[in-house]
């Protein structure tokens, strides 16, 4: 929305600069976006006088114009059809810099000199209009510079308000923000009808079929209007609004309806079609022409203005074309009402267009205001138009619409602001913004008005205060504490501590949304239930996805499609199934880890292929950090993993995840064409609060380690895992560590064996070990392998 700065000092009598204005406006949540101003195009832009007008030869659009601008005359080349002699005109000097990036020279043109240019609206930056030029007033004085003439010292205040904020959608609104931040008086402008004894109840009478669609529906006859051109101190608002003069009968309308956020229609009451106003809905398929020349095929949503007979109007989005002004224009039928704003949103979505009324509508107009602003207009069109208002307005108003009243209690909002502002200080600033207010043990009683529909409960009373009274008085928080504190979820610390740690080890994290194609889920996982959408936005997203997978395999492609081959990602989401046997949805909360490709290359390092050990390492760093229980890596056929590399994560007997090498099959549907290692894991048993392992610290050794190598050579289908699970057992308390150091299967091994090296440290905690003790705990190692698994034992 925009506004004139000018506007808004006339209605609150503020003396604020335009700075000051946009910045307490900001403050206080009516957030002033941008301000420019109206005269920024105007510099070294003149009035002129045409004296003359020559053709050029071998040119049949453009005529070289003498210009007289007081101190001397110009010659200048125009091309504008409407120029003429005797017009006064806008003249841009060289050296003017005008809209569009155009800076004025002397320039030749079929061998002419130009020293300058006659403007139309659009190079001055007024409006889109560049049909011809601008033609002033014959009194207009010559030389004189044309911000001055047109008084366009001004600024354009552009807002950007948040939807509840309807009050907010006029000059008055704004100002009434105004006022209240500096304690001034809403000069609210006074209407004055001289009416003729004719009365509108014998000329028209309106109807509401369904008071739910339009509550409320005003209307007025205006006779013997004079159509034309609107005074320029009308337009120049409208202009600096951002809205384009049409004439003044339509003019008079936006003018009102941005001054007070209350949209009002026209209708040529000579071709309204009868004296019969009937508010109802649509009847579906009924078909209807806009104000645009567009046929629409009309459903029950929208609401329709009638003469009994046939449609005249789109209630609050458009007018139609059976009866809208034109320029024989002389008798109006002047519109004010108050619709549902829920149907003018289906509405204008139904029609296909947005204008300033329906958004207004939309947003929640006032009810009470229809009177005063149809009144408003009216006196306009007696002193603009010179028309006749007939006596007496038709009012059709049901059912009044009830004024809300909320307590308020001065203690709870200074405890929710940290504040103490007197009870005084919440009256005077709620009577400021217009609301009634009454004390009533301890409590104020605050009557919203019907302008404010967003006023609903104690908590937006305190809003309204604390936006006033100013956020920055708010005294910061020391610490998280008052009846507003709102501790951080466990889950979400979980998931922040997460992050770190995955980030913290080179993974980049990627989010994608929980939507799939069922048809991938299907050769993904085949026989996985899925969780199917009614009423999808496409087939390719008609699922919720049943792994991480199905979202990280198109992330990957896209990634490789664009030769970013290396990656290492992660991301943090959920899994969702149908409901299970007691009817409970189970959405599962997962971490997801890729790698593929190579490793970066460092000043240390060389770069190196991903690979299963990479994602094993970063689970170990998991289970190390957050003290969980161990996870066990245990060979398992996955769908979408490689048989030779396919392994689930097992903690405490039960499945919470799977790692290892993603199936080329799999990869080939989403063109992946590089080995893949992924790690799926189930969040939901490790993000219970306060279920980690507790830490027990113990006193550093004070007696030496005696560490022991033992090298075996197994058949290839031992599991590492096992035999290290075995070794740790076999050990016995008097073990510190038991790890492999070295794998080997090739040459010099035997076929369907392999090498396996672990070292065994030793340690009491009592005493030094003597060798004997050592080597009897080694022999048992010994003898335990050989019998388990079948291990020669090797001496070099």
Not at 456 to 477: H, M, N, Q, S, T
Not at 510 to 531: C, E, N
Not at 619 to 625: A, C, G, K, P
Request: aromatic share 6%; with cysteine; glycine share 6%.
């Amino acid at each position: 929305m925009k506004l004139s700065y000018n506007w808004i000092c006339e209605l609150s009598g503020s003396d604020w600069t335009v700075d000051e204005m946009a910045k307490r406006l900001t403050d206080c949540g009516t957030a002033c976006e941008d301000v420019e101003a109206t005269d920024r195009y105007l510099d070294k832009v003149i009035v002129g006088e045409v004296t003359d007008l020559q053709p050029i030869k071998g040119a049949d659009k453009i005529r070289l114009a003498s210009v007289n601008c007081g101190d001397q005359s110009f010659d200048l080349v125009c091309g504008a059809p409407n120029v003429a002699v005797d017009q006064k005109v806008a003249v841009a000097l060289v050296g003017a810099k005008l809209a569009g990036d155009i800076t004025i020279k002397k320039a030749k043109i079929r061998g002419v000199e130009s020293c300058g240019m006659i403007c139309s609206e659009r190079e001055l930056g007024l409006s889109d209009d560049h049909s011809g030029i601008i033609v002033l007033d014959s009194d207009a004085p010559i030389g004189t510079p044309l911000a001055d003439y047109l008084q366009l010292r001004d600024y354009q205040l552009t807002f950007e308000l948040t939807p509840n904020r309807a009050d907010s959608m006029s000059a008055i609104g704004v100002a009434r923000d105004v006022v209240a931040l500096s304690g001034t008086i809403l000069n609210r402008p006074e209407v004055s009808l001289n009416e003729i004894d004719e009365k509108t109840t014998e000329l028209v009478s309106v109807t509401i079929e369904d008071r739910d669609v339009c509550p409320r529906y005003a209307a007025r006859i205006i006779k013997n209007l004079k159509i034309g051109e609107s005074p320029w101190w009308l337009k120049q608002r409208l202009l600096t609004s951002g809205i384009r003069p049409i004439n003044n009968i339509v003019d008079i309308t936006n003018y009102v309806m941005l001054e007070t956020g209350h949209p009002l229609h026209a209708f040529d009451f000579d071709r309204f079609g009868s004296n019969e106003v009937l508010v109802r809905r649509a009847n579906k398929g009924e078909i209807f022409t806009t104000l645009d020349g567009k046929e629409h095929n009309l459903i029950d949503d929208v609401i329709l203005i009638t003469n009994g007979k046939e449609g005249v109007a789109a209630g609050g989005v458009m007018g139609g074309l059976n009866s809208e002004v034109e320029s024989t224009t002389t008798n109006i039928l002047l519109e004010s009402a108050y619709f549902d704003p829920s149907l003018i949103r289906k509405s204008r979505k139904h029609l296909g267009f947005v204008s300033e009324s329906s958004t207004r509508f939309e947003k929640g107009a006032d009810p009470e205001g229809v009177i005063y602003a149809i009144n408003r207009a009216a006196s306009l069109y007696s002193e603009l138009c010179g028309g006749d208002i007939c006596a007496g307005i038709v009012d059709c108003y049901p059912q009044a619409i009830e004024q809300r009243t909320v307590s308020l209690r001065p203690k709870r909002c200074n405890d929710l602001l940290g504040t103490e502002l007197s009870t005084d200080r919440m009256v005077e600033i709620l009577k400021l913004l217009e609301f009634d207010v009454a004390i009533e043990s301890e409590k104020i009683v605050a009557t919203v008005p019907t302008f404010r529909p967003d006023i609903e409960r104690e908590v937006d009373l305190i809003e309204e205060i604390v936006r006033i009274d100013g956020f920055d008085k708010v005294p910061d928080a020391i610490t998280n504490t008052g009846p507003l504190f709102t501790p951080t979820h466990y889950v979400d610390k979980f998931q922040d501590e997460m992050r770190q740690q995955l980030v913290a080890a080179g993974y980049d994290e990627i989010l994608t949304h929980g939507l799939t194609d069922s048809r991938l889920a299907d050769a993904v996982l085949p026989g996985k239930p899925q969780l199917k959408i009614v009423n999808p936005s496409s087939q390719d997203l008609n699922i919720l996805r049943n792994s991480m997978v199905l979202s990280a395999l198109p992330v990957i492609g896209n990634n490789l499609a664009h030769r970013n081959t290396d990656l290492c990602l992660f991301e943090l989401g959920k899994v969702y199934f149908p409901p299970d046997e007691s009817g409970q949805w189970i959405e599962d909360q997962r971490l997801m880890a890729i790698v593929t490709g190579a490793t970066p290359h460092t000043w240390r390092d060389r770069p190196r292929n991903y690979d299963f050990y990479d994602l094993s390492g970063l689970l170990d760093v998991l289970v190390s950090h957050f003290r969980w229980p161990k996870i066990t890596i245990d060979a398992g056929e996955v769908s979408f993993l490689d048989n030779t590399m396919s392994y689930r994560l097992i903690v405490q007997n039960e499945g919470v995840g799977v790692i290892g090498l993603l199936d080329p099959k799999v990869a080939k549907k989403s063109d992946i064409k590089q080995p893949v290692y992924l790690l799926e894991l189930s969040l939901a048993r490790f993000m219970e609060e306060d279920k980690r392992e507790s830490i027990h610290f113990e006193p550093l050794p004070a007696y030496p380690a005696a560490p022991r190598d033992l090298a075996m050579v197994v058949d290839l289908s031992v599991p590492a895992g096992e035999l290290l699970s075995a070794v740790r057992k076999s050990a016995g308390p008097l073990a510190e560590s038991v790890s492999i150091f070295d794998l080997y299967a090739g040459k010099q091994i035997e076929k369907g064996k392999k090498s396996i090296a672990i070292s065994v440290t030793y340690r009491s905690r009592s005493g030094s070990l003597s060798s004997d003790e050592v080597d009897a705990a080694q022999a048992n190692v010994i003898k335990m392998v050989k019998r388990q698994f079948n291990a020669e034992i090797r001496d070099k």
